[in-house]
């Protein structure tokens, strides 16, 4: 279980505010990348909190509402839109969607510990932890915060696009999403820089 040996590292080493920040989204064909920064109170602990992967949709859900209501724990969420995506490619997108997250925080001396290798030229002071979502509790926040943010994002596409069933796979390449690819063809969420989408357009002998 992730716990707070990471954050307890950066404060001796004299960062005063400690931010933990994730993604969720970056594989989908369609809708955005969402990133999130979150900064735990000292001393803070949850029963449930852990990796948002490991995690049912319902312990997320609920997990969310405690970090959101809890007015001990500092926030933000930034969205890198398909169109981002598309322009800037999915990792540079990623990357300024996390540090639009912290700079929403409104703290320019914070500390980032990012899911992850290493972000180069980052905006803030910042260090990368593989596998953080599980080692971290504030980048398992962050998890959190990102991967159900988007999940209720893609809920709201699905009510706009109902015929791509955005609600059953959050717009991953599942089979029925293909399916669906090729019968409609793409929509203005679709990335249309990702193979699958791009290569629709593709004239086949």
Do not use: C
Not at 79 to 97: G, M, P, R, Y
Not at 135 to 146: G, N, P
Not at 169 to 196: C, D, M, N, W
Request: glycine residues 8%.
């Amino acid at each position: 279980m992730p716990d707070l040996e990471y954050e307890q590292a950066a404060i001796k080493a004299g960062h005063k505010l400690i931010a933990g920040v994730d993604e969720a989204g970056r594989g989908p064909l369609a809708g955005p990348v969402s990133a999130a920064a979150v900064i735990l109170p000292k001393g803070y602990s949850h029963p449930l909190l852990d990796d948002s992967k490991k995690l049912s949709e319902k312990k997320r859900e609920l997990i969310y509402e405690d970090i959101v209501s809890d007015k001990r724990i500092r926030w933000a969420h930034s969205f890198a839109e398909s169109d981002e995506v598309d322009t800037i490619n999915v990792l540079k997108a990623t990357h300024a969607a996390m540090a639009r997250a912290v700079k929403q925080l409104g703290e320019p001396s914070v500390y980032a510990l990012i899911d992850g290798l290493p972000v180069k030229n980052f905006p803030f002071e910042s260090e990368g932890i593989v596998k953080g979502d599980g080692k971290s509790l504030s980048i398992a926040a962050a998890s959190i915060i990102a991967k159900v943010t988007r999940d209720r994002k893609m809920l709201e596409y699905a009510e706009q696009f109902p015929e791509y069933g955005f609600e059953r796979h959050k717009g991953y390449g599942t089979k029925f999403h293909l399916e669906a690819l090729r019968k409609h063809g793409p929509v203005s969420i679709h990335r249309q820089s990702f193979a699958p989408v791009a290569q629709l357009s593709l004239k086949l002998d």
